[in-house]
């Protein structure tokens, strides 16, 4: 599904954050939304879902207007994997991948098998019955991201998914998502991983665009100077594979 | 071995079912006067299946007759619907702010209850007179305090509710509404309608009757039946407002739906019964413990089985263990509930699943 955020303004409380900032996410490629904190990554992705309100600009799904669409046609459509999930109650890992058949027309034999394929696409099928209380912050994140395929969605939108993962966490939840065929639009914070999986990159500054491209043509020295106040820049190597070198003084 | 974690759910829903009825039968034959449990069950099953032909034939006594059906009955009958329906409005509200330490009073039910009742004990309107007036207050009070709080919530947040607002706004009308009820006590003349003032604070189900059931007994039926068909929608708020409605939940909708039903049921309770501290709280956390999950689905029906069963318990209590003198039941409820929420928060500090 193509995504667009056209020229969108949003104000929280008497704070503009976002000042006209558009954005494309295609299908079979990974988007990725780099910046500093407080530039607006998240603020940007929450819009679509009404989360934080629109002021001006429109976000379009293969051409609709998001906002005309009724919840459940959204969630039909695009998953979202939030930063952060407060955790305060028991559930069972399967039951969290269940909550994703909600928005969902699926029969009761049908559903038991949508939530089993999620799990096993992931990979946790061993922790299907464990409590999410008693898993670690990768092993919720995989939870989550299983729910997103049982929403049954070719979007998937994430803030942050590879957050206080360990190394191998954060491959297998990028490897995945490079291999969905979805369309994927996420916040990342890790240069090197945005510089390796993403198709496109958006340099967020303070509530707009500073660059966007491919990660070569992003992640130049002097749009990291402008961006974070650190020196780096993407280059492609002798074996042709992109990456992203800081240069630490 | 424990049972699977699909079926277990069930297994304690039949248990709890038939700890129910024998709670209910054991709590008729207690009192002032004891009855034996087999008496009782004898009269109920005459008078529900034979019309009552027990007594002509001299099996027992009229006035027998007249303990069970006419006084205990009506009052372990409201025990449930009562106990049930504060344990239903505790889980709901607790998944709804996301917080384990909610319980049905944080809309202000509870004060604005209070405010209500204390208006009609000692400044009494002309036109209807006595508990039925009091009632009525109090029912007012309880749903003007929550639509206040509602939308207090709903300005202090910038237009949207949420689960943090929800709780200051509570507590700020809280205070308000005891400041009411202060107020009233402090201008009030007769030290009899203040002893009242306090004794309906207390809380008792004593003025249960075949007349005051009927609206209870409805309010709590729709509410269980609404929350009922709410299970997944519930433990889709518990992951919060973000999460909830990235999987296509209306959130805005859906919590007002929620608040309004729970106030309306907590309000009929209340203004019959006055405040029952801790069962709210704590009943929808044994379920969770218990069942070993916070699923909804499991949690809502059996927290109003347990809460009638806890209830109905805590009445007989409060009839029985002190002589001819009855305690006030929200003394009981709060006697049992305050270790059980110390013992929650040691649980919660051991990385507990519940807290």
């Known amino acids: ?249 | 071995m424990r049972p699977p974690k699909e079926t277990r759910p069930l297994l304690i829903g039949i248990m709890l079912a038939a700890c129910l009825l024998a709670a209910v039968i054991m709590a008729i034959s207690f009192g002032s006067s004891d009855l034996p449990a087999a008496d009782v069950y004898g009269i109920l099953k005459d008078k529900l299946f034979h019309n009552g032909t027990g007594i002509a034939a001299g099996t027992w006594t009229r006035p027998q007759f007249q303990i069970v059906w006419n006084i205990r009955l009506p009052r372990v009958l409201f025990g449930l619907v009562c106990g049930g329906g504060l344990s239903l409005c505790g889980a709901v509200m607790q998944s709804l702010v996301m917080n384990p330490i909610a319980d049905p009073y944080i809309l202000g039910i509870s004060s604005g209850a209070s405010a209500g009742a204390a208006w009609a004990l000692l400044m009494p309107l002309p036109f209807f007179a006595g508990q039925y007036q009091v009632t009525v207050t109090a029912m007012i009070g309880a749903l003007i305090a929550s639509a206040l709080v509602y939308f207090m919530a709903k300005a202090g947040g910038g237009g949207q509710v949420r689960p943090v607002t929800l709780l200051l706004s509570g507590t700020a009308v809280n205070a308000v509404m005891s400041a009411i009820t202060s107020l009233l006590i402090y201008l009030a003349k007769s030290p009899e309608s203040i002893a009242a003032v306090y004794n309906w604070q207390m809380g008792s189900i004593a003025a249960a009757q075949w007349t005051t059931l009927p609206l209870p007994l409805f309010c709590v039926a729709l509410g269980f039946l609404i929350f009922g068909l709410s299970g997944r929608k519930l433990n889709m708020m518990m992951l919060g407002d973000e999460d909830a409605l990235s999987m296509g939940l209306h959130v805005r909708r859906f919590r007002l739906i929620m608040f309004s039903t729970c106030s309306l049921v907590v309000a009929s309770l209340v203004s019959v019964t006055g405040i029952i501290g801790f069962v709210g709280l704590i009943v929808p956390h044994i379920v969770r413990i218990l069942a070993g999950t916070s699923n909804n689905k499991a949690v809502i029906p059996l927290s109003a089985l347990l809460g009638g069963i806890f209830l109905v318990c805590a009445d007989a209590a409060a009839r029985g263990l002190f002589g001819r003198a009855e305690m006030p039941l929200g003394i009981i409820t709060a006697f049992v509930g305050a270790p059980f929420f110390l013992y929650l928060m040691a649980r919660k500090r051991d990385g507990g699943s519940s807290g």
Request: glycine content about 10%.
């Open chain 1, 1 to 249: 599904m193509n995504v667009e955020f056209k020229d969108i303004y949003v104000t929280l409380g008497y704070q503009e954050i976002l000042h006209g900032i558009s954005l494309t996410g295609r299908p079979g490629q990974m988007t990725g939304i780099v910046g500093a904190n407080g530039c607006g990554k998240s603020t940007l992705i929450k819009s679509l879902f009404g989360i934080v309100p629109v002021k001006k600009g429109s976000i379009l799904l293969d051409g609709t207007e998001c906002r005309t669409m009724t919840k459940k046609e959204l969630s039909a459509a695009v998953g979202y994997v939030s930063q952060e999930v407060p955790c305060i109650f028991d559930f069972s890992v399967r039951e969290i991948v269940e909550m994703g058949l909600y928005a969902r027309r699926h029969g009761r034999k049908d559903g038991k098998k949508l939530v089993q394929q999620a799990i096993e696409k992931l990979k946790i099928g061993h922790l299907s019955e464990r409590s999410i209380l008693t898993l670690s912050g990768g092993e919720r994140k995989l939870a989550f991201l299983a729910r997103t395929i049982a929403q049954g969605v070719d979007t998937i939108i994430l803030d942050e998914p590879t957050n206080h993962l360990d190394i191998r966490h954060q491959l297998d939840i990028m490897n995945f998502l490079k291999k969905s065929g979805k369309t994927v639009i996420a916040v990342l914070h890790d240069l090197s991983l945005a510089a390796h999986y993403c198709d496109t990159i958006y340099l967020m500054r303070s509530g707009a665009c500073l660059a966007h491209g491919t990660p070569e043509d992003t992640f130049t020295r002097h749009n990291i100077k402008t961006a974070f106040d650190v020196s780096g820049a993407a280059s492609r190597n002798s074996e042709g594979v992109v990456e992203f070198k800081l240069n630490l003084d």
